[in-house]
């Protein structure tokens, strides 16, 4: 992780780290989607691999 100046390097071969990450990982996530669905906020399923413009393109179309 890099911010700044200031760098951390973190080990991420013992697999307990992993699987403890990803664990609090899943737990954040869920509550967010619980939050947003109490609230009744729409949540776009968008990912890094492909092009965003094409993803809002094709969810935002779909939706009408």
Same mark, same amino acid.
């Given at each position: 992780?890099? /911010?700044? &100046?200031?760098?951390? &390097?973190? *080990?991420?071969? %013992? @697999?307990?780290?992993? *699987? @403890?990450? =990803?664990?609090?990982?899943? $737990? ?9 669905? =109490?609230? =009744?906020? %729409?949540?776009? %399923?968008?990912?890094?691999?492909? &092009?965003?413009?094409? $993803?809002? @393109? /094709? ?6």
């Amino acid at each position: 992780m890099c /911010e700044g &100046d200031r760098q951390l &390097d973190v *080990d991420t071969s %013992p @697999r307990g780290l992993r *699987d @403890r990450y =990803q664990s609090d990982f899943a $737990q954040r996530r869920a509550a967010a989607r619980d939050l947003a669905r =109490q609230r =009744q906020i %729409p949540v776009l %399923p968008l990912d890094t691999a492909t &092009d965003v413009s094409a $993803q809002l @393109r /094709e969810l935002l179309g779909k939706r009408r």
